[in-house]
């Protein structure tokens, strides 16, 4: 989701791992609630506006934050190493002293109701990582050394009995030495330890033959042997059993430690998810802040009204060189709520509107919109159908799957949803796409009276606007046609040369200049010289049908001479000609 060219691309700004998961979950569930949408607008509008050092603290704080987030969730499932839990917990106090700190100064300059309340509630529900640092020895933590982990016992008695029963035997081998002492005669001896082998008593191999034949024999090297007495192997052997005890009396007590941390795992996660809204607000007050950016006014009246809007990825990629065409949309459920949408290929029709949907989904997550003006209707869905592919994996062809997408819209669109169907149809023939095209439209005016913008190809949707003329308007497009130099030298057929103006213009568009587009993708010149005599072949046919019917509509209306010879004063002979083949 974060590719270049995708909207979230554009708002993406966050300081935080946790922040940019937040945001992403702002932009594919916007809000429903006028309320909470200008709750964060206002969010938004008063760290774009403010001049406060307040946010650029918070923002400093936010840029040094590891994945906190992930963190305590590690904790609450207890996957988490002493290492990163203490990393955790110390990041969470560390949170905890520095927005205390700001509690002052957000009471005085911060007015948004939203923020306020977000940066006052982080300390107090990070109260709880104080108490857990305090219990941990730092040192333990970092290196994974349970055994020395807490540092006041007085909490886990396990531990505690346990480590004194090692010690208690430690205590009596430390002891056992004196003995050792005397019979070897060496006042000076102590036990090594060679390889995690402790408590080995070290003779010199020349002074062997004095050691007790009930020693054992542990290891030995060109000068000296090592044995272990009696007393010792016995003791030994208890205390490496009371030493793995403990290990795992630690483990089960580190254990229990990280549930009863986890019964604040709410309010811990409570606050990060403050902080990542935070977060969230501060980034779409940077995409307010990269151009010419305006607050969009939310209704819940069904209408989408935006001067001049722009696409908000395109408008990016495109700089500040070469900016985009503006385009204004006025749609209004008492009034015309459906746009037809013609014009040629490449003119800019998909675009504008995506533009649209993507305007609309900004205003509903409480970001300012890349235009001069907006007013949106919170709409309840935005349903799309666009482009073109099959489904290999399910068996089904293009067609199958438009109609699929096309079907679930019928099924799912309501009054308060924004519809958007591209070139719905052209997965099949010309009769049966446009019969499809113009029954599915129908039924979103009349039955589901959604908000509707639906780009075609096919002249005769557009007809729908003399039957629903309250609620249906064609627009196209914007484009410039001149012809070919070489068909003026040649006379032959070419393409004409169509400049696009990429501007939503009232009135059809009759033809789609799908020829220009080839001669944009090299199709070779014979090819479309032949094309475009095909294409000016077939347009005659067109024609003469169109005239022959128009000749046949007169006479079937003519009643008497009179209006005969009218209609063959009207019709010129070889129309009439024409008729009769």
């Not at 994945?67 to 110390?90: A, M, N, P, Q, W």
């Not at 560390?94 to 923020?115: C, G, M, R, T, Y």
């Not at 924004?418 to 052209?426: A, C, F, M, N």
Request: aromatic letters at 8%; hydrophobic letters at 40%.
């Amino acid at each position: 989701m974060k590719s270049k060219g995708s909207l979230f691309w554009v708002l993406d700004h966050t300081k935080t791992s946790f922040g940019r998961r937040k945001l992403k979950k702002w932009v594919t569930q916007p809000l429903l609630n006028l309320r909470e949408i200008n709750a964060r607008l206002d969010a938004v509008s008063e760290v774009l506006h403010s001049e406060s050092s307040v946010f650029g603290q918070i923002e400093n704080h936010l840029h040094k934050l590891p994945d906190i987030e992930r963190g305590v969730c590690s904790i609450y499932h207890k996957k988490c190493s002493t290492k990163e839990f203490f990393l955790i917990v110390k990041t969470l106090y560390h949170l905890k002293s520095e927005f205390q700190a700001l509690i002052p100064a957000v009471n005085s300059h911060v007015q948004s109701d939203l923020l306020r309340t977000f940066i006052l509630e982080i300390p107090e529900l990070l109260c709880p990582a104080e108490h857990y640092l305090k219990v941990l020895n730092e040192q333990a933590a970092k290196i994974g050394d349970k055994t020395e982990l807490f540092k006041d016992l007085s909490d886990f008695p396990l531990i505690k009995k346990r480590k004194d029963e090692i010690q208690e035997v430690t205590d009596k081998i430390q002891i056992h030495l004196q003995e050792i002492r005397k019979i070897l005669k060496n006042p000076s001896a102590q036990y090594v330890t060679v390889s995690g082998q402790e408590f080995m008593i070290e003779v010199k191999n020349s002074a062997v033959a004095c050691i007790p034949t009930d020693w054992i024999k542990v290891g030995s090297t060109k000068a000296v042997s090592r044995f272990h007495s009696p007393f010792i192997v016995e003791n030994y052997r208890h205390l490496n059993q009371l030493r793995e005890q403990l290990v795992l009396d630690c483990n089960a007590e580190w254990l229990d430690f990280l549930e009863n941390f986890s019964e604040h795992y709410q309010s811990l996660c409570t606050a990060v998810h403050r902080l990542a809204a935070i977060d969230c607000i501060f980034s779409l007050a940077k995409v307010a802040k990269q151009g010419d950016y305006c607050r969009p006014t939310l209704l819940e009246e069904r209408k989408i009204i935006i001067k001049n809007g722009r696409h908000p990825v395109i408008d990016v990629l495109l700089g500040e060189q070469d900016q985009y065409v503006p385009n204004s949309t006025n749609l209004s459920g008492d009034a015309e709520r459906v746009m037809i949408i013609t014009g040629p290929n490449m003119g800019g029709k998909s675009s504008y509107i995506k533009q649209v949907a993507l305007i609309t989904i900004m205003a509903q997550i409480g970001s300012y919109v890349p235009a001069e003006e907006a007013t949106i209707g919170i709409v309840d869905g935005i349903y799309t159908r666009m482009g073109a592919a099959d489904n290999i994996y399910k068996g089904q062809s293009t067609f199958m799957e438009e109609l699929t997408d096309t079907a679930e819209i019928i099924r799912k669109a309501t009054s308060q949803s924004l519809v958007i169907l591209d070139e719905l149809g052209r997965g099949t023939s010309t009769h049966d796409g446009i019969a499809i095209a113009y029954a599915t439209l129908e039924h979103f005016i009349r039955d589901v009276e959604s908000l509707t913008l639906f780009v075609t190809h096919y002249p005769p949707v557009c007809e729908l606007e003399k039957s629903y003329s309250q609620q249906v308007g064609n627009y196209h497009m914007g484009f410039l046609v001149s012809e070919d130099e070489s068909k003026q030298d040649t006379g032959e057929e070419a393409p004409e040369f169509v400049t696009f103006l990429y501007q939503i213009t009232r009135g059809i568009a009759a033809r789609s200049y799908g020829l220009n587009v080839a001669k944009l993708a090299d199709v070779p010149g014979e090819i479309l010289k032949k094309a475009a005599s095909k294409s000016k072949e077939l347009e005659g046919l067109v024609n003469m049908k169109r005239k022959r019917l128009k000749c046949f509509t007169k006479l079937w209306t003519a009643t008497d001479a009179k209006d005969l010879r009218k209609w063959t004063d009207e019709c010129e002979m070889e129309d009439v000609a024409d008729l009769s083949s």
